[in-house]
Nanobody, 124 residues
Framework: QTPLVESGGGSVQAGGSLRPVCDAA????????LGWFRQAPDKEREAVAV????????NYTDTVTGRFTITRHETNNTVYIQMNRPKSEDAAMYSC?????????????????WGQGTPVTVSS
């Protein structure tokens, strides 16, 4: 089973809302870092919102705090990212990632499992 499968990206108007979904049913570790990253053209990949289930915490990058919300349905290990009031700078390929070393940094290089990604474009 593919560990991580994203869906629900697409085009959204600035100021609107969108909710991409990550099916993480293939991830069986109970204590993990699991969340969303993004990469825009000519930019480095960055963590957007990540659960650290081992430490029972959530980390958001500053630019989305107050606008994006990550939630997790534990029964089927589905992770959502609710994107409210998106801006043009939020346009990127959004990917789901997971790693059992939940105590480590949120650098993309520290994440072992990745999905294929789902693109998000923001129109003005």
């Amino acid at each position: 089973q593919t560990p991580l499968v994203e869906s629900g990206g697409g085009s959204v108007q600035a100021g609107g809302s969108l909710r991409p979904v990550c099916d993480a049913a293939g991830i069986t570790d109970r204590r993990i870092s699991l969340g969303w990253f993004r990469q825009a053209p000519d930019k480095e990949r960055e963590a957007v919102a990540v659960f650290r289930t081992g430490g029972d915490s959530i980390n958001y990058t500053d630019t989305v705090t107050g606008r994006f919300t990550i939630t997790r349905h534990e029964t089927n290990n589905t992770v959502y990212i609710q994107m409210n009031r998106p801006k043009s700078e939020d346009a990127a390929m959004y990917s789901c990632a997971a790693d059992p070393k939940w105590w480590k940094s949120l650098a993309p290089a520290d994440f072992r499992s990745w999905g294929q990604g789902t693109p998000v474009t923001v129109s003005s």
